[in-house]
């Protein structure tokens, strides 16, 4: 998780369900392939709602690490 | 001897964190949401939200002098308890699970708060109850004004969905306040979600010993969907969105099966005369229950939770959700009273279709598993083929 380079972010702080996931899902359509978007959360359903969709979107769910009151979520276009 | 001590506590410790931390599938929510809706109809009543909502509003607006009748008493009123121990079960739930944290939302969030707020107010008076009593419960109850309310649920969903993509294009969220205290409130004390599930059983002791067993059972009734809710993040916003925003059929179907415990519970209870037939069959088939549903649909899309979402998450410290689940119980409350003082109105709003009056209990049953076996298809169909989808 240390060494993950971030190549765009997304700050969905303070968002509740859906707009975290629809802004999600506009970033992604826009992200280049290979490259890794952060996206930061306080929605306690993000995690599990990235989970299962972006692999089915075919995107790779790198994992997750908890800051100060908020989650960063680290996704990759395959 | 001390290995197989070790493991048996190693398999309570897995059990704790299975039912108190981490978080329950849709699936497993769904069905103990369709037993409970059946067991809390056996207790005393159908579960409801909207209702103990508006007994509150209807006790603010009466203590500042604009309702003149003083409504029924919050304490043993069963609407307002049962939404009371939705709210109490959830809090605990998101206490237990360190999920509870006071978060603040940025400033449209809190203006989508407020406007999807009224819409949840006004469509839930006039389909005849929220996504609960107006479509779950009385879907159950057999009752075809159920129906109506879930086809402006569909229509309300869509034009809500594409509200929020327009959003996504033409306005910024603008600044987050941020709470001094990082917002964490709570979130490193499963004790107090502990104490809130003990003090409900008191709260019920309570209600017992003083001779209202049935409200204090209501309470816990309560209590026990609002932990369900909480721990699966169930939720019918989701169910009737998703297949319009991502296709997803899973949450759309979960409530469904839901649906099919809790009508054939329902109908065991009615056909054999333990309940009361009418119970749940509201008069809102017509107008009320599609103009509601749809109203209500699009309230769902901007507080991004329907009656009893926005209630769990309003426990779980989100502040949209707070405002919404207060700006919901007045509206509610201001628009029930202008529906009351008007029988134009309420003749406009509809009327009341018990489904065994029209085709007897068999065929009812059988007609109302079978509009929701097609609805069950249609969602599997629409997330192979994505037919239904709306294109950002």
Redesign the interface.
Known sequence: MEDIHVDETLDC???????P???L??TL?KLESGKVLQMMG????TK?DIEK?VSKEGFEFLGFRED??FTNYYIKKG | MSQERNEFWELVKTGYRRVFIE?WSAMTGGVAVGILSVLSFTWARPWGVVGGLRVWGDWLFHAVGLYDKAPSSAWTDTNSLITLGLIWGALAA?MLAR?F?L????RL?IFKALVGGTLLGIGSALAGGCNVGGFYSSVSALSLSGFAMMAGLLAGAWVGLKY??WE?EHLS?GP?LTLPS???LGATRPWLGWALLLGGLFLFWRYQVNGYAVEGGVVLCGMGFGFILSRS?L?FA?AF?EPF??G?AKTTQVVIISLVISVLGFAILKWAGLRNEISYVAPNFGLGGLVGGFVFGIGM?MT??CGSGTAW?AA?G?I??ILALVVFALTNSLSKAVINTSSELQSLVGFRIYLPDLLGYGWAVAAVLFVLGVWYLLAAWNERTERFVAQ?
């Open positions: 702080r303070g968002l509740s369900c859906p707009m996931m629809l802004k899902k506009k359509g306080t929605d306690p359903g599990n969709n100060d009151g | 978080e998101s999920q944290a978060r603040m939302p940025p969030e929020l993509y996504m969220p987050t990082g917002g964490g993040r939720c989701r969105r925003m991502t997803e899309l991004g939770g998450r779980e989100q949209k959700l950002m």
